[in-house]
């Protein structure tokens, strides 16, 4: 089946610092790859959708300048976080679609951030 | 715009019984799919079962059965035989389209325990 990893899988970083999460599809070539953001008890809210070679589609009210995403190539997109505050901290997922036309998604780990 | 509704926060079933989850959307688009994942205390998203706007028949996956019932707008999980490993947290999910990117908008979710 389709495998799609996150590293690192968790990361505490100071206040202020960046951090990046990479995303990536282990056995097929991603098209599209989408990133997440899930508080402590809460649903998933999309934060931004990705396709390779072409900036980023973010949604309303996440900031594209604190949330950097590439989707460089086919297999990988990374999320970085700038200028990281403690309210940043949460739980990041990324999942990847193989086809354009494609209903299915196939979901990283997650990431868990914390920031001190 | 498109919902999702989760009006569970929390179920209880014993193991080796039925249990049913609801989940109940709103959309315009007459070409929706609705997905149903569980997610564990590790945090991965495990998809679960998938149901068409225009399938004739309710999907069924194993143990996981979708009650879809497209006048009332609902499409409810029906875990049969109950075990221990199903207690998580189980979201509902509706693919979203617009630009095309089939998008996916979350549930608040429900937690289940299943009682031995």
């Known amino acids: 089946g389709a495998v799609v990893s996150q590293h690192p899988s968790w990361v505490i970083c100071k206040s202020g610092t960046s951090v990046k999460i990479e995303c990536r599809s282990l056995d097929f070539q991603a098209t599209t790859m989408f990133w997440y953001r899930q508080f402590p008890k809460q649903s998933l809210m999309l934060m931004a959708t990705?396709?390779?070679?072409?900036?980023?589609?973010?949604e309303q009210g996440v900031e594209k300048d604190k949330f950097l995403i590439n989707h460089a190539s086919l297999t990988l997109s990374t999320l970085t976080v700038t200028s990281a505050h403690p309210e940043d901290s949460s739980f990041y997922i990324c999942?990847?679609?193989?086809?354009?036309?494609?209903?299915?998604?196939?979901f990283g780990p997650g990431t868990r951030l914390t920031v001190t | 715009a498109q919902k999702i509704t989760q009006t569970q926060p929390g179920m209880f079933v014993q193991e080796k019984e039925a249990v049913t989850l609801d989940c109940t959307y709103d959309?315009?688009?007459?070409?929706?799919?609705l997905f149903w994942y569980k997610q564990p205390s590790s945090g991965e998203m495990i998809f679960l079962i998938y149901?068409?706007?225009?399938?004739?028949q309710n999907a069924t996956e194993g143990r996981y059965s979708l009650n879809f019932q497209k006048a009332r707008k609902s499409a409810n999980l029906v875990i049969s035989a109950s075990q221990l490993g199903d207690s998580a947290m189980y979201f509902c999910a509706m693919r979203d389209r617009p630009g095309g990117y089939n998008k996916l908008i979350f549930g608040a979710g429900t937690r289940l325990a299943v009682h031995p």
């Open positions: 990705s396709n390779e070679g072409s900036k980023a589609t973010y």
């Open positions: 959309t315009s688009d007459p070409s929706y799919g």
């Open positions: 999942s990847a679609r193989e086809l354009a036309e494609s209903y299915e998604q196939y």
């Open positions: 149901q068409g706007s225009y399938d004739q």
